[in-house]
């Protein structure tokens, strides 16, 4: 399985679409190679199921490589990651709960800190956008990156030094408090009593809005519990190097929601690709020997808003989609199967068929055919090596569509010294929210292979019809796919 990784000591993990490929697993199976493992970048707002057995872990900030519960394996939140200590201490308690000791866990002191503040703003812009909405997770991370450029952020390290710590904060919110007072109070008073901020603990009054003191006291008992963990990884990581050690780098969220390479403004805050994780974890490109962009096929999915050009049932999806949730779908749409020629219910029988609802938020993730405009854009940032995941939701399928490029149907737009004019034709997607919205998929169909991939484990027994579309992939994208996922477990794994 890791042959092609012969020699090689940092391997990168990414995913090459808008998250939720199932990473997860690949990470936890590369654990078997590595003997460190590095989370670079993002914040609880990802959410990685990982499948061990008959155990299903959810997890948000904690690497997954933990469930390998190895005692010679180290597990490293790194430098670019958004922390917000309550989350990792809660997750840490039910993972514990759950008979994994989740030892040699690490902290870089750099991490940069989620406050109170980071989930209020989050929240209020949403709730203020109106149809500018992001559809963010609500848990801090845009404001948290905001706060860093802006000088104003507080690190893991500060947690150890209470009265820095307080000091920092007390800076941060005078800085801030002039704008959050120009909220309706009213709504400022419902987020700040959501459960996710404590249920109201940290809220004082219209005037203040916060209560300092409510919040240095907790975040004091954050930092004694963490203590023990926190340390310079930077340091660590490179010297596991130096030292002949392998590293695994462990992506978070997705190419196309990177805010240096996604669908801009509709992404998150930090720099998903291979270039943002390496930098998060300490390190730079150069460091970096081989990288695998795990990629959905022969679907795709997006959670929240933005453009999404192979959406099933186009704007209905994306409105629906806003709002539902598992339950609702099972009772508005009990029949919904993988044989409907209406796109819109294909969508919601994938959907249901694959549990494609948010680990992090719940939400129903908008489903699509697979893209290869954006695997274009995708490959050129992250590279050649691909893992095809969930091959087996479209089991039952008797068509399976690919969109292999576009039609650009908006008004002529400058891009440098070119110019897209309506009707071009587009074979490599460009990540602008304003041009990608006006994109419309030229597919080309190829029938299903409509059998069960579950069980197949080599690739001689994987039907014909399926791997003609692999090669489809491998084509039209200039890709080397190396792995095809036909299950969630590890052994569902099948290396080409
Ligand atoms: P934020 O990261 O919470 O600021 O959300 C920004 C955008 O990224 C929203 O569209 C989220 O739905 C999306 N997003 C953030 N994390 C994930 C993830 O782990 N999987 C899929 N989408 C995500």
Redesign the pocket.
Not at 412 to 425: A, D, Y
Not at 440 to 466: H, M
């Given at each position: 399985m890791f042959d092609w990784l012969n020699r090689k000591r940092v391997v990168g993990i990414v995913?090459n679409q808008?998250?939720?490929t199932g990473k997860g697993k690949f990470v936890n199976l590369f654990t078997n190679w590595a003997d460190v493992t590095v989370r670079g970048t993002?914040?609880a707002?990802?959410?990685?199921t990982v499948c061990v057995g008959d155990e299903k872990y959810f997890l948000h900030l904690v690497p997954s490589g933990v469930t390998h519960d190895d005692h010679q394996k180290e597990h490293i939140i790194g430098r670019g990651v958004a922390l917000d200590p309550k989350c990792l201490l809660d997750e840490l308690e039910v993972l514990r709960a759950g008979g994994l000791a989740c030892n040699n866990l690490l902290v870089s002191t750099h991490a940069k800190l989620v406050m109170p503040y980071h989930l209020l703003e989050?929240r209020l812009r949403e709730c203020l956008a109106g149809g500018k909405k992001?559809?963010?997770?609500?848990?801090?991370?845009?404001p948290v990156y905001q706060d860093h450029v802006a000088r104003l952020g507080l690190t893991v390290n500060d947690l150890l030094n209470v009265d820095l710590f307080a000091q920092k904060m007390m800076c941060a919110l005078m800085a801030k408090l002039p704008a959050l007072r120009s909220f309706d109070p009213d709504v400022v008073r419902e987020i700040m009593c959501h459960s996710a901020l404590g249920g109201g603990k940290y809220y004082e009054s219209e005037h203040a809005i916060f209560n300092p003191e409510a919040i240095i006291a907790d975040y004091r008992l954050y930092g004694e519990r963490l203590d023990s963990m926190v340390c310079d990884t930077d340091e660590i990581v490179q010297n596991a190097i130096q030292n002949g050690k392998r590293v695994l780098l462990e992506g978070?969220?997705?190419l196309l929601?990177s805010v240096d390479y996604g669908t801009y403004p509709?992404?998150?805050?930090?720099d998903c690709s291979i270039h943002g994780l390496a930098v998060g974890a300490g390190l730079t490109m150069r460091d970096v020997d081989e990288v695998l962009g795990v990629t959905k096929a022969f679907h795709m999915?997006?959670?929240?808003?933005?453009p999404f050009p192979t959406e099933m049932g186009g704007e209905q999806s994306r409105a629906w989609c806003a709002t539902a949730t598992r339950q609702s779908e099972a009772i508005t749409f009990p029949d919904a199967n993988l044989q409907s020629d209406n796109s819109f219910l294909l969508g919601v029988a994938i959907r249901k068929h694959a549990g494609e609802y948010?680990?992090?938020?719940g939400?129903a993730?908008r489903i699509g055919w697979l893209d290869l405009p954006l695997l274009r854009h995708a490959i050129r940032v992250n590279g050649p090596n691909l893992a095809l995941t969930m091959l087996d939701v479209l089991d039952e399928c008797p068509t399976i569509r690919i969109c292999t490029a576009y039609t650009y149907e908006g008004p002529p737009v400058r891009l440098g010294s070119k110019m897209i004019k309506t009707g071009e034709c587009l074979g490599v997607a460009i990540p602008d929210s304003h041009i990608l919205q006006h994109c419309v998929p030229i597919y080309e169909e190829f029938p299903g292979w409509e059998c069960p991939l579950t069980d197949v484990r080599s690739a001689e027994d994987l039907p014909e019809k399926l791997m003609e579309l692999v090669d489809v992939v491998e084509e039209g994208a200039s890709a080397k796919v190396r792995f095809l996922s036909v299950g969630p477990d590890r052994d569902q794994t099948i290396a080409l």
């Amino acid at each position: 399985m890791f042959d092609w990784l012969n020699r090689k000591r940092v391997v990168g993990i990414v995913d090459n679409q808008f998250g939720d490929t199932g990473k997860g697993k690949f990470v936890n199976l590369f654990t078997n190679w590595a003997d460190v493992t590095v989370r670079g970048t993002g914040g609880a707002n990802a959410g990685h199921t990982v499948c061990v057995g008959d155990e299903k872990y959810f997890l948000h900030l904690v690497p997954s490589g933990v469930t390998h519960d190895d005692h010679q394996k180290e597990h490293i939140i790194g430098r670019g990651v958004a922390l917000d200590p309550k989350c990792l201490l809660d997750e840490l308690e039910v993972l514990r709960a759950g008979g994994l000791a989740c030892n040699n866990l690490l902290v870089s002191t750099h991490a940069k800190l989620v406050m109170p503040y980071h989930l209020l703003e989050d929240r209020l812009r949403e709730c203020l956008a109106g149809g500018k909405k992001i559809g963010t997770t609500g848990r801090g991370i845009g404001p948290v990156y905001q706060d860093h450029v802006a000088r104003l952020g507080l690190t893991v390290n500060d947690l150890l030094n209470v009265d820095l710590f307080a000091q920092k904060m007390m800076c941060a919110l005078m800085a801030k408090l002039p704008a959050l007072r120009s909220f309706d109070p009213d709504v400022v008073r419902e987020i700040m009593c959501h459960s996710a901020l404590g249920g109201g603990k940290y809220y004082e009054s219209e005037h203040a809005i916060f209560n300092p003191e409510a919040i240095i006291a907790d975040y004091r008992l954050y930092g004694e519990r963490l203590d023990s963990m926190v340390c310079d990884t930077d340091e660590i990581v490179q010297n596991a190097i130096q030292n002949g050690k392998r590293v695994l780098l462990e992506g978070a969220q997705g190419l196309l929601l990177s805010v240096d390479y996604g669908t801009y403004p509709y992404v998150t805050s930090s720099d998903c690709s291979i270039h943002g994780l390496a930098v998060g974890a300490g390190l730079t490109m150069r460091d970096v020997d081989e990288v695998l962009g795990v990629t959905k096929a022969f679907h795709m999915s997006r959670v929240g808003e933005g453009p999404f050009p192979t959406e099933m049932g186009g704007e209905q999806s994306r409105a629906w989609c806003a709002t539902a949730t598992r339950q609702s779908e099972a009772i508005t749409f009990p029949d919904a199967n993988l044989q409907s020629d209406n796109s819109f219910l294909l969508g919601v029988a994938i959907r249901k068929h694959a549990g494609e609802y948010g680990t992090t938020t719940g939400r129903a993730r908008r489903i699509g055919w697979l893209d290869l405009p954006l695997l274009r854009h995708a490959i050129r940032v992250n590279g050649p090596n691909l893992a095809l995941t969930m091959l087996d939701v479209l089991d039952e399928c008797p068509t399976i569509r690919i969109c292999t490029a576009y039609t650009y149907e908006g008004p002529p737009v400058r891009l440098g010294s070119k110019m897209i004019k309506t009707g071009e034709c587009l074979g490599v997607a460009i990540p602008d929210s304003h041009i990608l919205q006006h994109c419309v998929p030229i597919y080309e169909e190829f029938p299903g292979w409509e059998c069960p991939l579950t069980d197949v484990r080599s690739a001689e027994d994987l039907p014909e019809k399926l791997m003609e579309l692999v090669d489809v992939v491998e084509e039209g994208a200039s890709a080397k796919v190396r792995f095809l996922s036909v299950g969630p477990d590890r052994d569902q794994t099948i290396a080409l």
